[in-house]
């Protein structure tokens, strides 16, 4: 089974960025459409960012144009750049694959607030 580690959460204001980590442990990473998970307060975890191993990620419009996902298959991690962030962006954010195939990480707490 394949661990997740997020990390790179914090306390941002409004207008900040963020650079979030996922570190994957086994290089089966590089086969996997991978995504970006949120769960605001109070809300279901929802998808917001996928990145297939090669070509063209793709976007919630509730963060396309602010935020943008990359990843590194050599190192096994995934990345998201968090730019113009909102208040309502807070919540924990997870990585997993796009099927969801394997067991959750702890996420990483974003929380945008003045």
């Known amino acids: 089974q394949v661990q997740l580690v997020e990390s790179g959460g914090g306390l941002v204001q409004p207008g900040g960025s963020l650079r979030l980590s996922c570190a994957a442990s086994?290089?089966?990473?590089?086969?996997?459409?991978m995504a970006w998970y949120r769960q605001a307060p109070g809300k279901q975890r929802e998808l917001i960012a996928t990145?297939?191993?090669?070509?063209?990620?793709d976007y919630a419009d509730s963060v396309n144009g602010r935020f943008t996902v990359s990843r590194d298959n050599a190192k096994n991690t995934l990345y998201l750049q968090m730019s113009s962030l909102k208040v309502e962006d807070t919540g924990v954010y997870y990585c997993?694959?796009?099927?969801?195939?394997?067991?959750w990480g702890q996420g990483t707490q974003v929380t945008v607030s003045s």
């Open positions: 997993n694959t796009a099927s969801q195939n394997w067991w």
């Open positions: 086994a290089s089966i990473f590089r086969l996997y459409t």
């Open positions: 990145i297939p191993s090669t070509g063209v990620p």
